[in-house]
C-alpha cells in the first residue's frame, strides 16, 4: 500500500456493541489529553495552524500504466497499448519535482514510494534514471526507504536486479492471490506460477519485500483463503498487506459484480487470516498491514502519522506543512493531459489549504488505522492546533468505548478497531463557507 488513494482495508462490522465509558470519565480523561500536551508546541491562533517544527517529508510518485486494467480496480490507471515512453514521462516527473522544489527547499525526504499504476512496467533505466534525477534534486537521507510496486506479470531476474541497483531497497510485490482460479477471476495478467516465481526472486535480490493480497474473493471460502495464506507464508516475506475485495463504482465489477462471499463469511475469513499471522510472528499494525518486528513500512507510517509528502505524477496527491498553513495538492490525472500542463508549467489540477474544521478529522483518519495508536502530543506537532480543538469529538469517542481513555495515546480500543468507520466519522464536521478553500476542491 502506498499513496493516499490507494486500497483501505475493510473494517468489519461486529453484531454486538462494547460498554461505553461514562461521559464523566470520558471528560476527566480528556482533561488529562489536554494537559499532556508539551507546553513547547507552539500555541495556534482560532484560525491558522503554528508549528514548532515541520512534519517528516515523503516523496510519492505515480506512474499510471498497466499491463491490463484489472475489474476491480479504481485508481488512477491506464491499460498500455504501446510503449510507455517512459523517457518521456521521468524527464516529465523530474519537472514536476523542480516546480515543486519551492513548497519544501531545504527540506529531507525521508521516503520514495514509486506507484501506480505498474511502474514495473518501465525499464530498470528509467527508473535509475528516475531516482538520481530526485537525488540530485532533493536531499534523499542515506537511509531512505525507497519502494517501488510491481506486478508479477512483469517479472524479469534481470530487470529486477536493475532496479536494486538502481537504488531499489524495497519491493512491494502485487501478487493477489497465489490460486490460479482466483487469479482468473480477479483479472490478473500473471498466473500462481508466475507469482510463486516473482516472490522467490523478488526475496533473493530485495529482501525487504512486501506481499499484497487480496480476500473475500469470488466464492472464497474461509479453507481456500487459508491455503492462499500458507502459500504466501511459505516464502515468509517481512511484510504483507491483505485488502477485502470491495465493488467500487466505475469498475467492471460494480457493474457486474461476481459472486462475493456473505459479510459473516467475510468476518470469519478476516479473522482466519489475522490468527494465522499472529501465530507465524507478524504484527497487526495497521488496518491492512501486518509485519515482522522491524519491518513495518515506513513511507506508510508517515502517511498514517500525519507526515508530510509530495506527490508527482499523473493524479498524485500532496500535503505539504508551512509555519502558518496545510495545503493539499492534486496533479491533473490523465496522463497527456498531466504531460501538457508540465510542459506549460502548471501541473496542478487543484491546490487547497486544510481547514481547521477539517484538520482534525483527517489527522483521526490516518492515525486510527495503527492498532497501537499515537501519542496524544503528535496531534499539536503534525496539526499546528491544539488537541483542545478536537475535544468535543474525543470526548463522545471516548463515551462510546471506541477510543481509549489514556490521556497519553490517541489509540482505538479493540471496539473501535472494529468500528473503524464509525470511530473516524465522529471527527468529521460539517464544512463551513469560512472553512471552504478558494483555490480548490476537496481531496
Given at each position: 500500500?502506498?499513496?493516499?488513494?490507494?486500497?483501505?482495508?475493510?473494517?468489519?462490522?461486529?453484531?454486538?456493541?462494547?460498554?461505553?465509558?461514562?461521559?464523566?470519565?470520558a471528560?476527566?480523561?480528556?482533561?488529562?489529553?489536554?494537559?499532556?500536551?508539551?507546553?513547547?508546541?507552539?500555541?495556534?491562533?482560532?484560525?491558522?495552524?503554528?508549528?514548532?517544527?515541520?512534519?517528516?517529508?515523503?516523496?510519492?510518485?505515480?506512474?499510471?500504466?498497466?499491463?491490463?486494467?484489472?475489474?476491480?480496480?479504481?485508481?488512477?490507471?491506464?491499460?498500455l497499448?504501446?510503449?510507455?515512453q517512459?523517457?518521456?514521462?521521468?524527464?516529465?516527473?523530474?519537472?514536476?519535482?523542480?516546480?515543486?522544489?519551492?513548497?519544501?527547499?531545504?527540506?529531507?525526504?525521508?521516503?520514495?514510494?514509486?506507484?501506480?499504476?505498474?511502474?514495473?512496467?518501465?525499464?530498470?533505466?528509467?527508473?535509475?534514471?528516475?531516482?538520481?534525477?530526485?537525488?540530485?534534486?532533493?536531499?534523499?537521507?542515506?537511509?531512505?526507504?525507497?519502494?517501488?510496486?510491481?506486478?508479477?506479470?512483469?517479472?524479469?531476474?534481470?530487470?529486477?536486479?536493475?532496479?536494486?541497483?538502481?537504488?531499489?531497497?524495497?519491493?512491494?510485490?502485487g501478487?493477489?492471490?497465489?490460486?490460479?482460479?482466483?487469479?482468473?477471476?480477479?483479472?490478473?495478467?500473471?498466473?500462481?506460477?508466475?507469482?510463486?516465481?516473482?516472490?522467490?526472486?523478488?526475496?533473493?535480490?530485495?529482501g525487504?519485500?512486501n506481499?499484497?493480497?487480496?480476500?473475500?474473493?469470488?466464492?472464497?471460502?474461509?479453507?481456500?483463503?487459508?491455503?492462499?495464506?500458507?502459500?504466501?507464508?511459505?516464502?515468509?516475506?517481512?511484510?504483507?498487506?491483505?485488502?477485502?475485495?470491495?465493488?467500487?463504482?466505475?469498475?467492471?465489477?460494480?457493474?457486474?459484480?461476481?459472486?462475493?462471499?456473505?459479510?459473516?463469511?467475510?468476518?470469519?475469513?478476516?479473522?482466519?487470516?489475522?490468527?494465522?499471522?499472529?501465530?507465524?510472528?507478524?504484527?497487526?499494525?495497521?488496518?491492512?498491514?501486518?509485519?515482522?518486528?522491524?519491518?513495518?513500512?515506513?513511507?506508510?507510517?508517515?502517511?498514517?502519522?500525519?507526515?508530510?509528502?509530495?506527490?508527482?505524477?499523473?493524479?498524485?496527491?500532496?500535503?505539504?506543512?508551512?509555519?502558518?498553513?496545510?495545503?493539499?495538492?492534486?496533479?491533473?490525472?490523465?496522463?497527456?493531459?498531466?504531460?501538457a500542463?508540465?510542459?506549460?508549467?502548471?501541473p496542478?489540477?487543484?491546490?487547497?489549504?486544510?481547514?481547521?474544521?477539517?484538520?482534525?478529522f483527517?489527522?483521526?483518519?490516518?492515525?486510527?488505522?495503527?492498532?497501537?495508536?499515537?501519542?496524544?502530543?503528535?496531534?499539536?506537532?503534525?496539526?499546528?492546533?491544539?488537541?483542545?480543538?478536537?475535544?468535543?469529538?474525543?470526548?463522545?469517542?471516548?463515551?462510546?468505548?471506541?477510543?481509549?481513555?489514556?490521556?497519553?495515546?490517541?489509540?482505538?480500543?479493540?471496539?473501535?478497531?472494529?468500528?473503524?468507520?464509525?470511530?473516524?466519522?465522529?471527527?468529521?464536521?460539517?464544512?463551513?463557507?469560512?472553512?471552504?478553500?478558494?483555490?480548490?476542491?476537496?481531496?
Open positions: 500500500m502506498s499513496a493516499p488513494g490507494r486500497p483501505e482495508g475493510e473494517c468489519r462490522s461486529a453484531q454486538h456493541e462494547g460498554t461505553p465509558v461514562s461521559a464523566t470519565a471528560e476527566a480523561s480528556l482533561g488529562a489529553r489536554a494537559a499532556a500536551v508539551p507546553a513547547t508546541v507552539v500555541p495556534a491562533t482560532p484560525s491558522q495552524p503554528r508549528f514548532a517544527a515541520l512534519p517528516p517529508l515523503a516523496l510519492y510518485v505515480h506512474v499510471p500504466w498497466c499491463l491490463k486494467k484489472c475489474p476491480y480496480c479504481d485508481f488512477n490507471s491506464h491499460e497499448t504501446g510503449d510507455p517512459a523517457d518521456v514521462y521521468v524527464a516529465a516527473l523530474l519537472a514536476d519535482l523542480e516546480f515543486a522544489l519551492p513548497s519544501i527547499w531545504g527540506r529531507k525526504v525521508v521516503s520514495v514510494f514509486i506507484g501506480g499504476g505498474t511502474p514495473s512496467v518501465f525499464p530498470a533505466a528509467a527508473i535509475d534514471a528516475l531516482l538520481a534525477g530526485i537525488r540530485a534534486r532533493v536531499p534523499l537521507l542515506p537511509d531512505a526507504e525507497v519502494t517501488l510496486e510491481a506486478n508479477p506479470g512483469t517479472f524479469e531476474r534481470a530487470k529486477f536486479a536493475g532496479f536494486r541497483a538502481a537504488g531499489v531497497n524495497r519491493l512491494s510485490l501478487i493477489q492471490s497465489f490460486d490460479a482460479a482466483q487469479l482468473a477471476a480477479l483479472g490478473r495478467v500473471h498466473d500462481g506460477d508466475e507469482a510463486r516465481r516473482a516472490a522467490d526472486a523478488a526475496l533473493a535480490i530485495f525487504n519485500v506481499f499484497d493480497l487480496m480476500y473475500a474473493l469470488p466464492r472464497q471460502t474461509v479453507a481456500a483463503a487459508r491455503a492462499d495464506l500458507a502459500a504466501a507464508l511459505a516464502f515468509g516475506p517481512p511484510h504483507l498487506s491483505f485488502y477485502r475485495l470491495t465493488l467500487e463504482p466505475n469498475t467492471l465489477f460494480h457493474r457486474h459484480p461476481p459472486p462475493l462471499p456473505d459479510d459473516d463469511t467475510a468476518a470469519d475469513i478476516e479473522d482466519a487470516v489475522e490468527e494465522s499471522l499472529a501465530a507465524a510472528g507478524y504484527g497487526h499494525y495497521e488496518t491492512s498491514a501486518h509485519a515482522r518486528p522491524g519491518r513495518e513500512c515506513r513511507h506508510n507510517l508517515n502517511y498514517w502519522q500525519f507526515g508530510d509528502y509530495l506527490g508527482i505524477g499523473a493524479g498524485a496527491h500532496s500535503k505539504l506543512s508551512f509555519p502558518d498553513r496545510i495545503r493539499r495538492e492534486l496533479r491533473h490525472k490523465q496522463p497527456r493531459r498531466y504531460l500542463q508540465v510542459a506549460a508549467g502548471a496542478l489540477q487543484e491546490s487547497f489549504a486544510v481547514s481547521r474544521d477539517d484538520v482534525g483527517e489527522f483521526m483518519l490516518n492515525a486510527l488505522r495503527l492498532h497501537a495508536g499515537v501519542p496524544a502530543a503528535l496531534f499539536a506537532e503534525r496539526t499546528g492546533y491544539p488537541l483542545a480543538s478536537i475535544a468535543r469529538e474525543l470526548a463522545a469517542a471516548t463515551a462510546r468505548g471506541l477510543l481509549d481513555p489514556d490521556p497519553a495515546m490517541l489509540r482505538p480500543t479493540p471496539l473501535g478497531r472494529r468500528f473503524l468507520n464509525d470511530l473516524q466519522t465522529l471527527f468529521l464536521r460539517e464544512r463551513t463557507p469560512a472553512g471552504a478553500a478558494a483555490d480548490g476542491g476537496g481531496r
